[in-house]
């Protein structure tokens, strides 16, 4: 049977980047997260809210950071900064070596941020900035990225971010239309940032796209509508997948990507997250076998890791020139009354209210922990 770092191989021969979805703190003293990097199984690492949350509910991996803070009677916002910050730098420095054998092409972490610890009224693009900024101050690693999700805002932020040379990972992008506006933004951003004479080597970017919710929600609705056409269900997200992926090679083959490379810009990459990060069975194998091209990134859980190493049998490249074949499926997804439009945005909506929910469980579960005291 074909081990796990074999598969993973084949990934990377297939250009593509295996990244694990769902850091946190028991990763990086546990040694787990150094393992896989040191095997050349992870080549980048993402966090997620929810995750933290549930482990500092539920663990003791955070016990000694939370007692510190406790002693020092820091706001429970003050103290959810602080321990994404030692995550975000700890996993940066497990990366370190990724990061210097590609040149600065692999081995980042990514970290969400709450834009709201103080409980702002609403979500703006400083908000979103300002939170972005300060945690990469707080990292202070080359190979530290920002989550920002794809929404006005969070785009308007982006921009701000990379015109200021910070490296950003845009978030939930649930549709072409979207994709192609943080495609804009990225060149706005680095435009922006030459302008300035910052190095554009320096500032990575990442969109990832949760195609397991993409094609959930679509499947949802063809279950809705009675739709029973074999091998209809399933296909939303790959067909979704090939249009990005065209856009993205028609993006690096534009004369505006040629200045910026030209001055030592670097491709923004799509990543696809395969699942959910704190998944206890893996979902995502299907989407890590189907959705390879080159100059990409698998986001997988370790549940998905693990899986992919022991059934996983990749086809070569899925998605270059299959734009045809793509927009023939989504024409058959709208005629069974699959609105893309009005999917991308009942998932952006959504996922708005998740990610808020997840922030909300982290101060809740750091506020219980520091009011434990020092003990935690």
Request: aromatic residues 4%.
């Amino acid at each position: 049977m074909t081990s796990g770092g074999e598969v993973l191989r084949e990934l990377l021969a297939e250009g593509v980047s295996p990244w694990l979805d769902g850091l946190r703190r028991s990763l990086l003293a546990s040694g787990a997260l150094a393992r896989l990097v040191a095997a050349g199984e992870v080549r980048g690492a993402t966090s997620d809210p929810g995750a933290l949350a549930a482990e500092v509910a539920r663990g003791t991996a955070y016990g000694q950071q939370l007692s510190h803070l406790a002693c020092r009677s820091v706001p429970p916002a003050t103290a959810v900064q602080a321990l994404c910050a030692y995550d975000l730098r700890a996993a940066c420095d497990e990366l370190r070596p990724v990061f210097a054998s590609t040149q600065g092409l692999d081995g980042h972490v990514s970290m969400g941020l709450d834009p709201r610890p103080a409980g702002a009224a609403r979500v703006t693009a400083a908000t979103f900035a300002d939170a972005a900024a300060a945690l990469h101050r707080a990292a202070c690693r080359p190979n530290a990225l920002v989550k920002i999700p794809a929404t006005d805002e969070g785009l308007a932020a982006a921009r701000a971010c990379l015109a200021r040379g910070i490296g950003v990972h845009v978030t939930d992008v649930f549709s072409l239309r979207r994709y192609e506006q943080v495609v804009d933004v990225w060149f706005d951003g680095l435009e922006r940032a030459r302008a300035a004479g910052l190095d554009l080597s320096a500032i990575p970017s990442l969109a990832s796209l949760p195609v397991a919710r993409i094609d959930a929600a679509v499947d949802a609705l063809l279950r809705a509508g009675g739709a029973a056409m074999p091998g209809i269900r399933g296909t939303a997200a790959l067909a979704l997948a090939r249009l990005v992926y065209r856009r993205y090679e028609e993006g690096l083959g534009s004369a505006r990507w040629r200045v910026l490379a030209a001055a030592g810009a670097r491709p923004q990459r799509v990543m696809w997250s395969v699942g959910s990060p704190v998944e206890a069975v893996p979902r995502g194998v299907p989407y890590v076998e189907s959705l390879v091209a080159w100059g990409t990134v698998s986001a997988m859980s370790e549940a998905t890791l693990a899986a992919a190493g022991r059934r996983g049998r990749l086809r070569g490249d899925t998605l270059t020139g299959q734009e045809r074949a793509a927009r023939e499926a989504v024409v058959r997804l709208e005629g069974l009354g699959v609105s893309f439009d009005e999917v991308a945005g009942r998932l952006e909506a959504e996922s708005g209210e998740r990610v808020g929910g997840s922030w909300r469980a982290l101060r809740g579960a750091v506020t219980e922990r520091l009011l434990g005291g020092p003990g935690g």
